[in-house]
């Protein structure tokens, strides 16, 4: 399979502010890709040079080949982009969003109409076909985001937080009908807050801090690199730490308790508990949760 993004060096300014400081990534045909930070890491900005809306300021980035300063018009026509925010027009019912928008694309109306009842079959919207955008809830609403970026059926689907805010049910289905489309050879870029999501979905990603890639690959390796496989968690006290320190078990400590990241679970339980008489301790496997903390800190970001 190609590269459907290539990007070399690619850096965005705003002023003195380094956005996106030099970074390099590939996006291969037909996987779902992430881009992971925390907030003003850079990977919103990242996502609209890749959509055309936003000029780089250095580097080279293509997109199926073509160049987006040269070649804009002609990339967009080829993206579905799924917003983070809710913009479906409210005058009108799901069906009329899904019609209009396929007037920005020249799609003729007898296609329009037959893509516009196909994508809301696709997802399971059909009932709700002639009901107005205030009277949805947010589940539909997202589904109805996807549905609307899919109108020109693009070769590149870019996702902003495609599940945010939505209840365990609503996520399942997106992430259901994404993993449809991939398999129907679509190409995905998302970025995502929910760290479970981006574990189930994507095939690699990178997470991004102060506009650089710190660490790219499939989710699976950089929790086995980064983590390991196992996170032994205790109540953190001074006799826990000492112990620790004692028996020279590296450990972090994170609010009220200590963490040690380890491959071996059962040995570092085993010593907590005859070693340091420990008896609340935790062994769970780690998460790519566990990977984003150790990599950007715990520091809260606005």
Not at 8 to 16: D, I, P, T, V, Y
Not at 41 to 47: D, P
Not at 196 to 201: I, T
């Amino acid at each position: 399979m190609g590269d459907v993004i290539v990007a070399r060096g690619l850096e965005k300014r705003f002023g003195n502010l380094v956005a996106v400081d030099g970074i390099d990534f590939d996006v291969r045909e037909g996987e779902i890709f992430g881009f992971l930070g925390p907030n003003g890491a850079g990977k919103t900005t990242t996502m609209k040079m890749i959509q055309c809306i936003s000029p780089k300021t250095a580097g080279s980035l293509r997109v199926f080949g073509m160049d987006v300063e040269r070649q804009p018009r002609d990339i967009k026509r080829i993206l579905g982009v799924v917003p983070q925010e809710n913009n479906l027009d409210p005058d009108f019912t799901a069906y009329q969003n899904l019609l209009i928008y396929a007037r920005y694309f020249g799609i003729p109306k007898k296609t329009a109409e037959e893509r516009a009842d196909e994508l809301l079959d696709f997802m399971q919207l059909s009932e709700k076909r002639d009901v107005l955008i205030d009277r949805l809830s947010g589940g539909m609403k997202r589904r109805l985001i996807i549905a609307r970026a899919l109108v020109n059926d693009p070769k590149l689907l870019i996702l902003d937080e495609p599940t945010i805010g939505l209840d365990p049910q609503a996520r399942h289905l997106i992430w259901e009908k994404l993993k449809q489309l991939q398999a129907q050879g679509n190409t995905q870029v998302m970025t995502t807050h929910y760290l479970d999501e981006a574990a189930r979905l994507c095939d690699r990603l990178v997470i991004m801090d102060h506009g650089k890639i710190l660490v790219e690959g499939s989710p699976a390796d950089l929790v086995k690199e980064h983590a390991g496989t196992d996170i032994v968690e205790a109540e953190r006290t001074p006799a826990v730490i000492s112990c620790l320190e004692g028996i020279g078990v590296p450990f972090d400590a994170a609010g009220d308790i200590v963490q040690v990241l380890t491959d071996r679970p059962h040995e570092v339980v085993r010593a907590l508990m005859e070693s340091c008489s420990h008896e609340k301790v935790m062994a769970r496997p780690a998460t790519l949760e566990d990977v984003f903390l150790k990599l950007t800190g715990r520091t809260l970001r606005e």
